[in-house]
């Protein structure tokens, strides 16, 4: 089946603009992630969402981000005035939760904010 | 706080040999262990994970739980230029104070020399 999908897989933008990161996840799965990876760096998580539970937001690095998931499918994440420390990859992962717990990742948005 | 640890490499190992990558956590109590792939400029892949003490093998992949000494391992076999890649392990609480997260370490670069 499909896998997780991420659009834009670029996205360049200037400083001070928002910029919105789309993920659509696997079908049927309902644990939503979203992580951030500078260059060479690990994983850095920024938010969760679980099926109609109050998402864990605790990630996000400042007001400036913000995420929904509509429908308890897509998710879109949100920055807004970037600044140039916002230049990464923006992963977005899906899970089954319960026992099983593997999560499957989406091909990544690169952002650079010039 | 709960943590995952690994060497951060580069991890260097001749074509054909055996490379092993560690991981150790922190949490007793976890239950379920995974193992990614990234190559430079890619998204993590799922390549194995493990529940139960002892191996579990999987083509030339072979993964070693031991709950006791809290630590995981992935052996690769018959090691590929092909192999070449960051492998990040990921731990999972499986506890409602984890929020049901995965617990990532920062990953090991290998290094397969022809």
């Known amino acids: 089946g499909a896998g997780v999908s991420q659009s834009p897989s670029n996205k360049v933008t200037e400083k001070g603009k928002d910029v919105e990161l789309r993920c659509d996840p696997i079908?049927?799965?309902?644990?939503l992630y979203w992580y951030r990876q500078s260059l060479g760096q690990g994983l850095e998580f920024l938010i969760y969402?679980?099926?109609?539970?109050?998402?864990?937001k605790s990630g996000l690095p400042s007001d400036r981000f913000s995420a929904e998931r509509t429908g308890g499918s897509v998710s879109t994440l949100t920055i807004q005035r970037t600044q140039q420390e916002d230049s990464a990859v923006y992963l977005c992962?899906?899970?089954?939760?319960?026992?099983?717990?593997?999560?499957?990742f989406g091909p990544g948005t690169r952002l650079t904010v010039l | 706080q709960k943590e995952v640890e690994q060497n951060s490499g580069p991890l260097s190992v001749p074509e054909g040999a055996i490379a092993s990558l560690n991981c150790t956590y922190s949490?007793?109590?976890?239950?379920?262990f995974f193992w990614y792939r990234q190559y430079s400029g890619k998204s993590p892949e799922l390549i194995m994970f493990?529940?139960s003490n002892g191996d579990k093998e999987d083509g030339r992949f072979t993964a070693q739980l031991n709950k006791a000494s809290q630590y995981v391992s992935l052996l690769i076999r018959d090691s590929q230029p092909s192999d070449s890649a960051t492998y990040l392990c990921?731990?999972?609480?499986?506890?409602?104070?984890?929020?049901?997260?995965?617990?990532w370490g920062a990953g090991t670069k290998l290094i397969i020399k022809p």
């Open positions: 969402f679980q099926g109609n539970s109050a998402p864990d």
């Open positions: 992962a899906s899970s089954r939760t319960g026992v099983y717990n593997e999560q499957f």
């Open positions: 079908s049927g799965h309902t644990a």
């Open positions: 949490d007793r109590g976890s239950q379920s």
């Open positions: 990921a731990v999972d609480p499986s506890d409602m104070d984890s929020n049901y997260q995965l617990i």
């Open positions: 493990i529940y």
